[in-house]
């Protein structure tokens, strides 16, 4: 047993999730737009990568270059071998936080100190988010793993009337109350959730 909030939380089937719509992006939909307006598919792609490599030393208390590298220091792009590389990180995310060390003490991701638990459940907003963004800009369907939703959304909602967080996420969209658990967070993170590629 541990004293973390949410120790039984396992990452790995939302990051296997992210991992199959990275490997169904076709060569042709990297210049695509995403939900993210500053970032095309291959961007998206690329910042999931820097984000799974952060997020897997964090766990491993491994701390340096990959973790202090602020999310804004440049736009994230991919590299020439990112179709092998960024499943292996994704797997390794999952791994690094099924140990329960993870989730104790202090570790740092983006430049920024955080609690082991916290930190955890920012990388599952990461995940969960981001692989909407994907299978939204590439056209596959989205089915995210059920733990993660319930652990994003109920992050997201924590801090929806923070007045600092819309420099994190933008404003909150408004959507139906009884709407899906992920439309609700999807709205929660800023984004419209009826966005499209033909917008």
Same mark, same amino acid.
């Given at each position: 047993?541990?004293d973390?909030?949410? $120790?039984?939380?396992?990452l790995?089937?939302?990051? @296997? *999730?992210?991992a199959?719509l990275a490997?169904a *992006? %076709?060569?042709?939909q990297?210049a695509?737009p995403?939900p993210c ?6 961007h998206?792609?690329?910042h999931l990568?820097?984000l ?5 030393? @964090?766990?491993?208390k #491994?701390?340096?270059v990959t %973790?202090?590298t602020? $999310? #804004?220091?440049g736009?994230p #792009?991919?590299?020439p071998?990112w179709?092998?590389e960024?499943p292996? &990180?994704?797997?390794? +995310?999952?791994e690094?936080w099924?140990d $329960?060390a993870?989730w104790?003490g202090m570790?740092?991701a983006?430049?920024v ?5 916290i930190?955890?459940l920012?990388a599952?907003d990461e995940? *969960? &988010?981001?692989?909407w #963004?994907?299978?939204r800009?590439?056209?596959?369907p989205? %089915?995210?793993?059920?733990?993660a939703l ?5 992050? +997201? @909602?924590?801090s929806?009337?923070d007045p ?7 404003p909150v969209v408004? &959507? ?6 992920? &439309?609700r967070a ?6 419209d959730?009826?966005w499209?590629?033909?917008a």
């Open positions: 047993m541990t973390t909030p949410n $120790p039984t939380l396992d790995g089937p939302q990051a @296997a *999730v992210v199959r490997e *992006v %076709t060569d042709e990297l695509d995403t307006p500053e970032y095309a598919v291959r998206l792609l690329g990568a820097g799974a490599t952060a997020f897997r030393d @964090a766990g491993r #491994d701390l340096g %973790t202090d602020s $999310p #804004d220091s736009l #792009d991919i590299t071998g179709r092998g960024l292996k &990180v994704l797997t390794e +995310l999952g690094a099924r $329960p993870a104790t570790t740092r983006g430049g100190d955080l609690p082991g638990e930190a955890a920012v599952v995940l *969960v &988010v981001h692989g #963004d994907l299978a800009a590439t056209g596959q989205y %089915t995210p793993d059920p733990a319930q652990a994003c959304h109920d992050f +997201l @909602a924590a929806a009337d600092q967080r819309d420099a994190i996420f933008g408004t &959507v139906d109350p009884d709407a899906p658990l992920l &439309v999807v709205g929660l993170s800023g984004r959730p009826g499209s590629r033909s």
